[in-house]
T-cell receptor, first 117, second 113 residues
Framework: GAVVSQHPSWVICKSGTSVKIECRSL??????MFWYRQFPKQSLMLMAT?????????EQGVEKDKFLINHASLTLSTLTVTSAHPEDSSFYIC?????????????FGPGTRLLVL | GENVEQHPSTLSVQEGDSAVIKCTYS??????FPWYKQELGKGPQLIID?????GEKKDQRIAVTLNKTAKHFSLHITETQPEDSAVYFC????????????FGGGTRVLVKP
């Protein structure tokens, strides 16, 4: 149980275009989802916290107009990287909190590798 | 905010030996300490976690210890196998801070056959 999927698993785009990444909880309802970014050989850095039906909360230094987050249902959150640039190339990982389990526990998706040319 | 330090950054062990990874945290309000294993190109996988009301937890070859006074916690892997080779991350969160995870820098573990 507690499976999180992401789509796509990898994406290549041209500089200036927008890319949407989906995060789904497959077998549970997720009232809260988190988006992380991980650069090569580095740790995970929290970008934003997404609560179903409300606006996302962004960490300091993360541009909310560039990284648009929508959490429209209890099983789906999306991250849109707008006007992507090469420096946005990274591994984007989402996690979800199962409303039926202890709220400290986060289940992670497999990640989406973004390459901006 | 919370700061989590993790050591060592790399660890090479012989198959069958034990591996120990240590983390320290700064926020005394932190009360949840998970450990994740990340294989190349994949998302982190929760392998064990411990809450602040417990000093030690074990799951087969994996154990975690927590010292709240000293604000450090450790991961112990016994009888290591080649498939244990991966990057391991510790993390900490506080219920008073929305249960947001702060990760350590990671430890790259290589188990040599």
């Amino acid at each position: 149980g507690a499976v999180v999927s992401q789509h796509p698993s990898w994406v290549i785009c041209k500089s200036g275009t927008s890319v949407k990444i989906e995060c789904r909880s497959l077998d549970f309802q997720a009232t809260t989802m988190f988006w992380y970014r991980q650069f090569p050989k580095q740790s995970l850095m929290l970008m934003a916290t997404s609560n179903e039906g409300s606006k996302a909360t962004y960490e300091q230094g993360v541009e909310k107009d560039k990284f648009l987050i929508n959490h429209a249902s209890l099983t789906l959150s999306t991250l849109t990287v707008t006007s992507a640039h090469p420096e946005d190339s990274s591994f984007y990982i989402c996690s979800a909190r199962d409303r039926g389990r202890p709220k400290e526990t986060q289940y992670f998706g497999p990640g989406t590798r973004l390459l901006v040319l | 905010g919370e700061n989590v330090e993790q050591h060592p950054s790399t660890l090479s062990v012989q198959e069958g030996d034990s591996a120990v990874i240590k983390c320290t945290y700064s926020d005394s309000a932190s009360n949840y300490f998970p450990w994740y294993k990340q294989e190349l190109g994949k998302g982190p996988q929760l392998i064990i976690d411990i809450r602040s009301n417990v000093g030690e937890k074990k799951d087969q070859r994996i154990a975690v210890t927590l010292n709240k006074t000293a604000k450090h916690f450790s991961l112990h892997i016994t009888e290591t196998q080649p498939e244990d080779s991966a990057v391991y991350f510790c993390a900490a969160s506080a219920s008073t801070a929305g249960n947001k995870l702060t990760f350590g820098g990671g430890t790259r573990v290589l188990v040599k056959p």
